[in-house]
């Protein structure tokens, strides 16, 4: 059977898809490496915190992209043997080829949009939560919301009041040194009650009662899923708490009861879940917190 030389213009075509899908799939290889070194050469959990929360599934969105384009000139090729000549099959091939890359970018889409949130999710949380290191070398102390209060000019209370800002203070004791790190206070999706997934976004707030000097206000805040579209709105309080007594002259108080049998403590951390303590007194509770490392235990 006398071999047929397919037109230069196919010759030329499948060359092309062969040296394209090379191309793509190199660059979608190339993001993914150039982002996690970037990420890697991060030092500050802050900084690190806010390049994942911008730019880690944008970047993973551009290498399914290429991945995609990649997989329709593979498919391009197919059957480039039996053609010799510009016809119908090369136009319904390249049909399925545009249809093949379409679905492999949108699943990835699908799956960066609406599952890999939940993995971002827990990479920020170790970010923010991880103990930071003060300048002599010892841990930092992450502040309560009540503690914090003293180290926040009225302007950073009044963000965190109405969320649109939330500030955590890390403090090392011994030195007095304070780190204040500025978050915004909805850079992440909550995970919807509906669908599971981590796609419950805020539509709008409304404050529906100002604070007053007789008592804290109310705001509400109103979500939507953006895969699902299920609704909820949530009151929060907002506080008219002006100012805050030094965190350093508060303690733990516990009541005295002679009846006491055992003192429990459930402690709770977002990396590492949560632990209980029994002790047989007051006074053991009360010596354990205030020597109590959440990493040593």
Not at 24 to 46: E, F
Not at 114 to 136: D, G, I, M
Not at 155 to 166: L, R, T, W
Request: charge should be neutral; charged fraction near 25%.
């Amino acid at each position: 059977m006398e071999y047929i030389e397919p037109s230069p213009f196919l010759a030329a075509w499948h060359q092309a898809m062969i040296i394209g899908a090379i191309i793509m799939i190199a660059a979608g290889i190339l993001i993914y490496l150039v982002y996690n070194l970037r990420l890697s050469s991060i030092k500050s959990l802050h900084a690190r915190y806010d390049f994942i929360n911008t730019k880690e599934i944008e970047n993973y969105k551009l290498v399914f992209y290429c991945f995609g384009i990649a997989a329709a000139l593979i498919i391009n090729r197919y059957g480039m043997d039996k053609l010799k000549d510009v016809e119908v099959w090369f136009f319904a091939r390249l049909i399925i080829a545009i249809a093949g890359g379409t679905l492999v970018g949108y699943v990835g889409y699908l799956v960066l949009e609406y599952y890999y949130p939940s993995v971002v999710h827990k990479k920020l949380l170790k970010c923010r939560y991880t103990p930071r290191v003060a300048s002599n070398g010892a841990k930092m102390r992450l502040l309560s919301e009540e503690e914090e209060d003293v180290h926040l000019d009225l302007g950073m209370q009044a963000e965190e009041n109405i969320f649109s800002i939330d500030y955590d203070v890390w403090i090392e004791e011994k030195s007095g040194e304070v780190k204040i790190e500025k978050y915004a206070g909805h850079l992440q999706a909550l995970q919807c009650n509906s669908c599971g997934f981590y796609t419950m976004k805020v539509l709008r707030e409304e404050v529906t009662k100002p604070a007053t000097p007789e008592g804290p206000g109310e705001l509400v805040k109103y979500y939507q899923c953006s895969y699902c579209k299920s609704n909820r709105a949530t009151a929060y309080n907002i506080s008219n708490k002006q100012s805050a007594d030094d965190y350093r002259h508060q303690k733990y108080k516990f009541k005295s009861n002679n009846d006491v049998d055992s003192v429990k403590i459930e402690v709770h951390s977002t990396i590492k879940g949560k632990k209980h303590y029994e002790f047989q007194n007051v006074e053991e509770a009360q010596r354990f917190l205030s020597e109590f490392d959440f990493d040593k235990s």
